[in-house]
């Protein structure tokens, strides 16, 4: 673990309500499953340059997962619901990144892109660097960061 990520998960771990999320996301059984992008740029900018991470001001919290066996958009729905099944607070967005290329041409735009091969592949393409990043517990509940850009961003508040 490089000395950003160890700054990163400092951060998640003093957070008792992003380690809730956390927790439910690890626990739903949904496969290769992390939170990633806005809630982790308001936690640590909160954090580090604000006046504190407030779960309130939370517009969604995006849950990536990875699951090639089914691609249809019932399965983001029924990961959602799974989610807010055991915690109603936080307002969650699961999406598929495996099933990504079966809607994004037509949602965005464009070229039809290649199917992802992984949630890293996945995160590597989100807009900006300081939100190209995601978090999970792993199978031993450690923090694990996925950020194919660096954390410098994130960290630096850029």
């Known amino acids: 673990m490089t000395d950003d990520e160890r700054d990163l998960c400092d ?12 927790t439910v996301v690890h626990d739903s059984g949904l496969p290769d499953a992390w939170i990633g992008a806005g809630t982790l740029r308001d936690l640590v900018w909160g954090e580090r340059y604000g006046t504190g991470f407030d779960p309130g001001s939370v517009r969604d919290v995006d849950v990536v997962f990875f699951d090639p066996d089914d691609l249809s958009r019932d399965n983001d729905h029924r990961a959602t619901d799974r989610l807010a099944a055991a915690w109603a607070e936080p307002p969650w967005e699961a999406r598929n990144q495996a099933a990504v290329h079966t809607w994004y041409a037509a949602k965005f735009g464009g070229e039809e892109i290649e199917a992802y091969r992984s949630v890293a592949e996945a995160v590597a393409t989100w807009p900006e660097f300081a939100t190209a990043v995601a978090v999970r517990l792993d199978a031993d509940d450690r923090l694990a960061v996925c950020a194919p850009y660096g954390l410098g961003d994130l960290l630096g508040g850029v």
């Open 11 to 22: 951060i998640v771990a003093a957070s008792p309500w992003v380690l809730r999320a956390l």
